[in-house]
C-alpha cells in the first residue's frame, strides 16, 4: 500500500499574501514610472536599450509577482 501523500503547501505564508502584493505592486509601479520618465526626457541618441530592457524587465517581474499575490490573497487560487 502507497504512503500518504502530503498536501502541497505554499512556501509563504497565507498572512503576507497582502503585504506582498502591495509591496511588489508598488515597487513594480515606481519602476514603471521611472521608465516612462526616462523615455520621456532622454532623446533618441542618448537612450540604452540595456537600461530600457532591464528597467522593463524589473517591472514586469514585479508587476506579475504583484498580480499573483493580490490573487491570492483575494482567494482566487492560481
Do not use: C, Q
Not at 524589473?58 to 499575490?69: R, T
Amino acid at each position: 500500500m502507497a504512503p500518504a501523500a502530503k498536501p502541497i503547501t505554499s512556501p509563504v505564508p497565507d498572512a503576507w499574501y497582502p503585504t506582498l502584493a502591495v509591496l511588489m505592486l508598488a515597487t513594480g509601479l515606481v519602476v514603471t514610472a521611472s521608465f516612462f520618465i526616462y523615455e520621456a526626457t532622454s532623446s533618441k541618441r542618448n537612450r540604452s536599450k540595456v537600461k530600457e530592457l532591464i528597467t522593463g524587465a524589473v517591472a514586469s517581474i514585479f508587476l506579475g509577482f504583484g498580480s499573483l499575490f493580490l490573487l491570492l490573497a483575494t482567494g482566487v487560487y492560481v
